[in-house]
Nanobody, 123 residues
Framework: QVQLVESGGGLVQAGDSLRLSCAAS????????MGWFRQAPGKEREFVAH????????YYANSVKGRSTISRDNAKNTVYLQMNSLKPEDTAVYYC????????????????WGQGTQVTVSS
């Protein structure tokens, strides 16, 4: 079992940038595909991005494509989400998770989640 801790969220204005981090411990980080999801109050958790074992393959939701970058540093057991040009609709709690199957854009594809970090974007 891998323990995940997200950080880097905060209150920013529209157009600003944030770099979210997810630190893993207690397992072999490099054995997991990793994903970022987000959830706003009253909304279902939605896919943001995922990354393969060595960081060579990434995939993004249309809502963040072109302004977000997912990356990982296996030596540091950390996955990152760089978000630029933030919009008010990006406001949510952001979670990282370890994947367990090929459903990489669905919550069903993941079985281990961090506690989340709050991102709030004002206009």
């Amino acid at each position: 079992q891998v323990q995940l801790v997200e950080s880097g969220g905060g209150l920013v204005q529209a157009g600003d940038s944030l770099r979210l981090s997810c630190a893993a411990s207690g397992g072999t980080f490099s054995r997991y595909y990793m994903g970022w999801f987000r959830q706003a109050p009253g909304k279902e958790r939605e896919f943001v991005a995922h990354i393969n074992l060595d960081g060579t393959v990434t995939y993004y939701a249309n809502s963040v494509k072109g302004r977000s970058t997912i990356s990982r540093d296996n030596a540091k057991n950390t996955v990152y989400l760089q978000m630029n040009s933030l919009k008010p609709e990006d406001t949510a709690v952001y979670y990282c998770a370890t994947a367990i199957n090929v459903a990489l854009t669905s919550v069903a594809g993941y079985n281990n989640w961090g506690q989340g970090t709050q991102v709030t974007v004002s206009s």
